[in-house]
């Protein structure tokens, strides 16, 4: 199977009543919120809340479209949402080494990959929605 030329995902800043971002440790990129790859017949907000759900046992409703953010080298447009978590527990998985809910200040500092935790800050902040970041 060909890889496909361009690549869309889907990521959430699930934000729960205490005002605490989950957050993922991938295995190659550290910590970074859960998101992914949009599968072949599947809507950009599926996606994000299944790859929400595989990547941290979170059930989760998106309650916002915040913007996009496009690599254009890299051929890659990845969406981005607010949500809240509606059910399940934090799970670990393949590709979640770590799981939990962080307090927004110490998340950010936690977000090692500049371009990601631009991507939170730019989702916590309604005056800069909807953006679209190219780079």
Same mark, same amino acid.
Not at 66 to 85: E, M, Y
């Given at each position: 199977m060909t890889p496909?030329?361009?690549?869309?995902s889907a990521a959430t800043i699930v934000? /729960?009543?205490?005002?605490?971002?989950?957050? $993922?440790? +991938?295995?190659?990129?550290?910590?970074e919120m859960p998101g992914g790859q949009v599968e072949e017949g599947e809507s950009i907000k599926e996606a994000a809340i299944r790859e929400t759900k595989e990547e941290s046992g979170i059930d989760i409703e998106i309650t916002k479209?915040?913007?996009?953010?496009?690599?254009?080298?890299?051929?890659?447009? /990845?969406?981005?949402?607010?949500?809240?978590? $509606?059910? +399940?527990?934090?799970t670990t998985s393949p590709e979640s080494?770590?799981?939990?809910?962080?307090?927004?200040?110490?998340?950010?500092?936690?977000?090692?990959?500049?371009?990601?935790?631009?991507?939170?800050?730019?989702c916590l902040n309604e005056e800069l929605q909807p953006f679209y970041i190219e780079g």
């Open positions: 496909p030329k361009h690549i869309l934000l /729960n009543d205490k005002q605490e971002i989950l957050l $993922i440790k +991938g295995p190659r990129r550290g910590w479209f915040c913007g996009i953010s496009q690599n254009v080298s890299g051929s890659i447009c /990845n969406t981005l949402f607010l949500g809240k978590p $509606i059910g +399940g527990k934090l080494l770590e799981v939990g809910f962080f307090p927004i200040q110490e998340a950010l500092e936690m977000v090692t990959w500049k371009n990601f935790r631009q991507r939170i800050e730019y």
